[in-house]
Structures are given as C-alpha cells and as structure tokens.
C-alpha cells in the first residue's frame, strides 16, 4: 500500500517535556487505522501536528502523491488539501436542520465571492441526500439539528467533513457517549468511509477497535510502541504494561 500520510522523525516539546519523540508512522491510501493508547500518549497532538494546530520541532510530514509538506501550510491549506478531522465534540448548527448544515458544508467549498451569491441546485440536494444517507441520516433531513441524539450530530457532522471530499479523515474518540448500537452504526460506517479515503480513528473503547477490523498502532509517550492487529498489539507484553495494565 502506497503512503498517503507519511510521519517521519516528528519531536514536540512543550515547556521541556517531550509530548512527541521521534515519532514515524504512515498512513496507506484507503486505509483504515485505528490510533491507541494511555492518556497523555500523544494520540491529540499528533492530529494537531498533521492538521497544522501545533507545528513540530523536528521530522518531516508529508501527504499526497506529490508527498507535499504539511508543515509548510496553515491549517486552512491543510483541509484544503484533503485532510479533514472530526474533533469529539458535535458542532453542528443545532437551530438549523440536516439539510441546512449540510448546504453549509457544501457552501463552505466555494470561494467567499461565490458564497455570497450562491443558491443550491438540484444536484446540491442531491449531494446532501447522498450525504445524509452515507452517514445513517437520509429519514432525519427535515430535522432541527439540535433535536438530533448525540450520536447523530456526531454523524451529521462527520457529513459535512465528507462535503469536502477530504482524502484522510482524522476522528477522535467517535464512539464517546454513544448508545451500543449508535457504537455499532458508526463502527459500520468508518469502515465504509473507508472504502473511498483514509480515515484514523483514535479510539480508547477496546471493542470499538476491535470491530474496526484494522490495523492498530499504539502510542506510548509520543512513539509507536505496537503495531498490527488488536490481537497483535494486545498481546505485546509492553503495551499490556503500559496501557491495558492500567485499565
Ligand atoms: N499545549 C500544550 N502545552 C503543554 N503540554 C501539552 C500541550 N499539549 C499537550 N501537552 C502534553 O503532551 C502530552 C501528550 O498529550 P496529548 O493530549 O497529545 O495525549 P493524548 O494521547 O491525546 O491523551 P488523552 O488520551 O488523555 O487525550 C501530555 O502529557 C500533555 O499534557
């Protein structure tokens, strides 16, 4: 598998404490990985790093065929370039419906000056019924968006990240504070959102990882302790020590 995301030799210090240490790690194209490990391990400052929010002291990060730079582009140029990140807690417009929130995300797409004139055409709508139905909400569009379960914002929200059609989708802690079975949906649809782009979850519910099916890495402060199946990194006596030890 070609790299899409590609971490080399990254290092963060804040205030003189190593947050990140010479980390490396690449992201496949499609692929799907799921991201774990003890509090303070990194997992947040990582995507800070690859979104561009915390700029790195050391290593490269680089995306794309082109391998183009992510440290040399703000955090804008970043999501432009096809990286878009689901932080934990929903902000949808909650007085605006399904449909509305999704208009916006399409309409956030265009440039201000075409902002400003734009009306939505049919194919527009059809794009957000295409979208409403990826993520579980095609029978919900007509809804106040604040009306919605908690499960369902978070999903409504990881639609208008795919309004941007980004290629890696970055998703932290997805599966807190949902229902069993909104746990189970989400499991289904990462998996197949993954089908069309590379999505990282990070992820601390074990049997939401293990339903991913995928290839997990575990951070220990800020490196790659494991890596491979959840059997395969579970069964590591080190992240036992570190992490499930502490569970
Ligand atoms: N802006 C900052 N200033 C100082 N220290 C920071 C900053 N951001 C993160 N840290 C520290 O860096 C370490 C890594 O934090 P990070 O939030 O990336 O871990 P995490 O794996 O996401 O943890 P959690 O599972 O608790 O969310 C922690 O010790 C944290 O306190």
């Known amino acids: 598998m070609s790299a899409l995301l590609e971490v080399s030799g990254v290092s963060v210090t804040f205030?003189?404490?190593?947050?990140?240490?010479?980390?490396?790690?690449?992201?496949?194209?499609?692929?799907?990985?799921?991201?774990?490990?003890?509090?303070?391990?990194?997992?947040t400052t990582f995507m800070d790093i690859v979104t561009g929010k915390t700029r790195p002291?050391?290593?490269?990060?680089?995306?794309?065929?082109?391998?183009?730079?992510?440290?040399?582009l703000s955090e804008a140029q970043i999501a432009?370039?096809?990286?878009?990140?689901?932080?934990?807690?929903?902000?949808?417009?909650?007085?605006?419906?399904?449909?509305?929130?999704?208009?916006?995300a399409l309409k956030a797409n265009r440039s201000p000056w075409r902002v400003l004139f734009w009306k939505p055409k049919v194919e527009d709508m059809a794009r957000v019924q295409a979208l409403a139905a990826q993520v579980g909400l095609a029978d919900q569009l007509a809804r106040k968006s604040g009306e919605l379960s908690h499960g369902q914002k978070q999903w409504l929200e990881i639609g208008m990240l795919l309004a941007q059609e980004p290629r890696l989708l970055l998703v932290d802690e997805p599966a807190a504070g949902m229902t069993l079975a909104e746990r189970e949906q989400t499991t289904a649809m990462l998996v197949d959102l993954a089908k069309t782009r590379a999505v990282v979850v990070v992820e601390h519910d074990m049997e939401f990882v293990r339903r991913l099916n995928c290839k997990v890495t575990v951070l220990h402060e800020g490196s790659v302790l494991a890596e491979g199946s959840l059997d395969h990194v579970t069964a590591n006596p080190q992240v036992i020590d570190v992490y499930l030890g502490r569970g």
């Open 15 to 43: 205030d003189g404490f190593r947050a990140i240490n010479n980390l490396s790690f690449n992201i496949g194209i499609g692929e799907l990985r799921a991201v774990i490990g003890p509090n303070g391990a990194g997992k």
């Open 57 to 72: 002291d050391t290593g490269t990060v680089t995306f794309g065929e082109r391998s183009v730079s992510l440290l040399s």
């Open 80 to 104: 432009r370039a096809g990286v878009g990140r689901k932080f934990q807690r929903p902000t949808v417009f909650e007085d605006q419906s399904v449909t509305e929130n999704l208009l916006m």
